[in-house]
């Protein structure tokens, strides 16, 4: 069974930073990209970050410049440095992965539980 625990959320301020991290664990084979997701209220899930094992990183046009997406594949950890943040980035951050968990398994897609951050203006 694969399990992402996330942590890190909280209340900041506006103009302050965050790190989100995520960590993966369980009967792990294979993960080939691990992201970060949001959903505010009313809002549709978006993509925030992503980085797969390679090193590439994409970014949500609304976070570029101001968040950073880390990861280790040998930990099995994401992290989300999220600095000047605004009341916008107020939402349910949640730690995704594509997670193979053997050598002959597909690709599924895991969810962490969610963490909430808080930007007040």
């Known amino acids: 069974q694969v399990q992402l625990v996330e942590s890190g959320g909280g209340l900041v301020q506006a103009g302050g930073s965050l790190r989100l991290s995520c960590a993966a664990s369980g009967s792990i084979f294979h993960i080939n990209v691990m992201a970060w997701y949001r959903q505010s209220p009313g809002a549709q899930l978006e993509l925030v970050a992503s980085i797969s094992t390679g090193g590439s990183t994409k970014y949500a046009d609304s976070v570029k410049g101001r968040f950073t997406i880390s990861g280790d594949n040998v930990r099995k950890t994401v992290s989300l440095q999220m600095n000047s943040l605004k009341p916008d980035d107020t939402a349910v951050y949640y730690c995704?992965?594509?997670?193979?968990?053997?050598?002959?398994?597909?690709?599924?897609?895991?969810w962490g539980q969610g963490t909430q951050v808080t930007v007040s203006s």
């Open positions: 995704n992965a594509g997670i193979a968990t053997s050598g002959t398994s597909p690709l599924y897609n895991y």
